[in-house]
Each structure stands twice: as C-alpha cells, then as structure tokens.
C-alpha cells in the first residue's frame, strides 16, 4: 500500500489533541480548539493538529468539539442553532473561533486531522478539503459520515482522497477479528484506510495491543494512540511500535519524539 503523502516523512507522529493550549494559555483564558491554540501547536514546531467540525446554523464549518457551547462558553445552546457572527463574538476572548477554511489558509504547513463530529458537516468537510487533501486525514466515530466526506472530496475535485482512519464500529470489528484470529477479515477491515486511531483501551476492552501493531503494520495502516498525556506513557507507546500519539501536551510530546 502506497503511503498517503499526509503520512511522510516517517513516524513517530505528534498530534495536537485540539491545538496546544499550556498553562500560561489557558490563564489567559484561551481554550481548544481555538485559533491561538492551534497558532501555538504550529509555533511549538507541531506538524500535526487533530481538531473536529461542526456546521453552524448558517453553514459554516468551525473547529469545535463538542456539540453545544456550554463546557467552553457556558452557553447551552447547540452549535447547529448559532450563526457565525455571534460565534465569533462568544470566542473573541477565548482564543478566536476559527473555520476549517481559516485554518487551511492561515497555517498552509500544518497538516489537520479532521474529526466530522456532524452530519451535517460531512460532506462541506469533504468539499472544503478536496484542495488539500495531502495534509487532511478525516475521520470519525461514525463511518457513514467519514464516507460522505471522502465521497464529497472526490466529488470536490481532490488529487487525491483525503488521508483516512475508521469509525469505531470498524475498529470493534477489527479488534474482534484479531482476537479470533481472523486474518483474511482484518486484512478486509484495514484495507482503504491510512491510520488506525484508536484509545488503548474502551472500558474493560484493550484496544491496542501488539497483534494489532502488527496487522496494522503489515497492512502498510499506522497506529495512532489517543489521548496520551504523559511522558512516560508516550515513552512505552512508541516502544511498542505505535506510529503517533495524540496528546494534550505536544510539546512535552515532541520532547520525547526527539529525545528518542
């Protein structure tokens, strides 16, 4: 499998868990997701920068992650029933709202690992990357939406589809298949996708483990570990053989990537 150009030059990865926000920052009041958090991953020298979208009330594709303001701005209302103009109000002090097309534009060399956290969102997601689809991988927990995505890419015009990784029901898939020994089933399962994204483990289930690394290697599929935010857990990941990790501290992250 030819390796998709979002996944040069070789691992291991370092993706900013929703931009970098350090505690100087955040006293600040700068939040995820925001326009200064994904300002400081590109000036921490992070290459990587794993965000989600949501569709606005008046179809604007933003940076945001959860569905409704209230843990970021103490506003209850969903994202969907907001117009931009008064996002961009609300996060004024928080760091700046910042659309997916604010975000291609304005840091050309970060590459975004894009979550499509809505519907709704998935097919402007797809359209708005097709021009970069070299530096966006898309994923989602729902396989469907990442689908529409790619398809709305394609369909944009993109050189080539975007980077992708699976939803969780094809990861649940895969974990079973391995587990059972099922390698004609997990080749299946592997196959079309860039990177495994996954937690190490859901609940009482580990999700990663070597046999995964493995299948997924030999697939020519990476392995990226999230949400990893010690150093010493970063350290034993990456002696496993896992590809990148997706952290709320990627400077102290790329410390240990370069300290290796």
Same mark, same amino acid.
């Given at each position: 499998?030819?390796?998709?150009?979002?996944?040069?030059?070789?691992?291991?990865? #370092?993706?900013?868990?929703?931009?970098?926000?350090?505690?100087?920052?955040?006293?600040?009041? &700068? /939040?995820?997701?925001?326009?200064?958090? #994904?300002?400081?991953?590109?000036?921490?020298?992070?290459?990587?920068? !794993?965000?989600?979208?949501?569709?606005?009330?008046?179809?604007?594709?933003? =940076?945001?992650?959860?569905?409704?303001?209230? @843990?970021?701005?103490?506003?209850?209302?969903?994202?969907?029933?907001?117009?931009?103009?008064?996002?961009?109000? *609300?996060?004024?002090?928080?760091? %700046?709202?910042?659309?997916?097309?604010?975000?291609?534009?304005?840091? $050309?060399? #970060? @590459?975004?690992? *894009?979550?499509?956290?809505?519907?709704?969102?998935?097919?402007?997601?797809?359209?708005? #990357?097709?021009?970069?689809?070299?530096?966006?991988?898309?994923?989602?927990?729902?396989?469907?939406?990442? @689908?529409?995505? *790619?398809?709305?890419?394609?369909?944009? %015009?993109?050189?080539?589809?975007?980077?992708?990784?699976?939803?969780?029901?094809?990861?649940?898939?895969?974990?079973?298949?391995?587990?059972? %020994?099922?390698?004609?089933?997990?080749?299946?399962?592997?196959?079309?996708?860039?990177?495994?994204?996954? $937690?190490?483990?859901?609940?009482?289930?580990?999700?990663?483990?070597? @046999? =995964? &690394?493995?299948?997924?290697?030999?697939?020519?599929? !990476?392995?990226?570990?999230?949400?990893?935010?010690?150093p010493a857990d970063m350290e034993r990941l990456l002696d =496993?053989?896992?590809?990148?990790? &997706?952290?709320?501290?990627?400077?102290?992250?790329?410390? /240990?990537?370069?300290?290796?």
């Open positions: 499998m030819t390796r998709h150009p979002y996944l040069s030059p070789e691992p291991p990865r #370092v993706l900013a868990h929703r931009g970098l926000v350090t505690p100087a920052d955040a006293a600040q009041g &700068v /939040v995820e997701n925001s326009f200064a958090a #994904v300002a400081a991953a590109h000036a921490a020298g992070i290459d990587y920068v !794993e965000s989600d979208c949501h569709l606005t009330a008046d179809g604007a594709v933003i =940076l945001f992650h959860d569905d409704d303001l209230s @843990r970021v701005t103490g506003d209850p209302r969903k994202i969907a029933d907001v117009r931009l103009p008064e996002l961009e109000e *609300l996060m004024a002090d928080r760091g %700046g709202l910042v659309t997916l097309p604010q975000a291609l534009g304005a840091f $050309p060399d #970060v @590459r975004f690992n *894009l979550d499509v956290k809505a519907e709704a969102a998935a097919e402007p997601v797809g359209r708005l #990357v097709a021009p970069h689809a070299e530096r966006v991988l898309v994923t989602s927990f729902s396989d469907d939406r990442r @689908r529409v995505a *790619l398809a709305a890419a394609r369909s944009a %015009g993109a050189a080539l589809r975007p980077a992708t990784s699976p939803g969780s029901s094809t990861v649940a898939r895969l974990v079973a298949a391995l587990a059972v %020994g099922l390698r004609g089933t997990a080749r299946r399962l592997l196959a079309d996708v860039d990177a495994l994204q996954i $937690p190490e483990r859901q609940g009482p289930v580990r999700v990663l483990t070597p @046999r =995964l &690394v493995r299948a997924a290697h030999a697939a020519g599929v !990476e392995v990226h570990v999230w949400t990893v935010n010690e =496993l053989g896992v590809d990148g990790v &997706v952290t709320d501290r990627a400077d102290a992250a790329l410390a /240990v990537v370069n300290g290796r």
